[in-house]
């Protein structure tokens, strides 16, 4: 994620009152694989955006698609 590259040509999307921009390439790519969540959480003193693709832990275990930073 950056704060600083220019929005034009991108795909705005919303998550948990949260905008972000998508390369309109990757739309159709990931949502054929599921919803995607972006997310700020606080966890034991760090905190971050977090972004998931599909159900996440619940329906896939963890691993391959999050992201914190």
């Given at each position: 994620?950056?704060?600083?590259?220019?929005?034009?040509?991108?795909?705005?999307?919303?998550s948990s009152?949260?905008?972000?921009?998508?390369?309109?390439?990757?739309?159709?790519?990931?949502?054929?694989?599921?919803?995607?969540?972006?997310?700020?959480?606080?966890?034991?003193?760090?905190?971050?955006?977090?972004?998931?693709?599909?159900?996440?832990?619940?329906?896939?275990?963890?691993?391959?698609c999050?992201?914190?930073?």
């Amino acid at each position: 994620m950056t704060l600083d590259e220019s929005i034009d040509n991108l795909s705005k999307l919303n998550s948990s009152e949260i905008d972000f921009y998508v390369d309109p390439s990757l739309v159709e790519f990931l949502t054929d694989r599921g919803a995607i969540n972006v997310d700020f959480v606080t966890h034991e003193g760090r905190s971050g955006f977090t972004v998931t693709v599909g159900g996440g832990c619940a329906e896939s275990g963890c691993g391959g698609c999050s992201s914190a930073g």
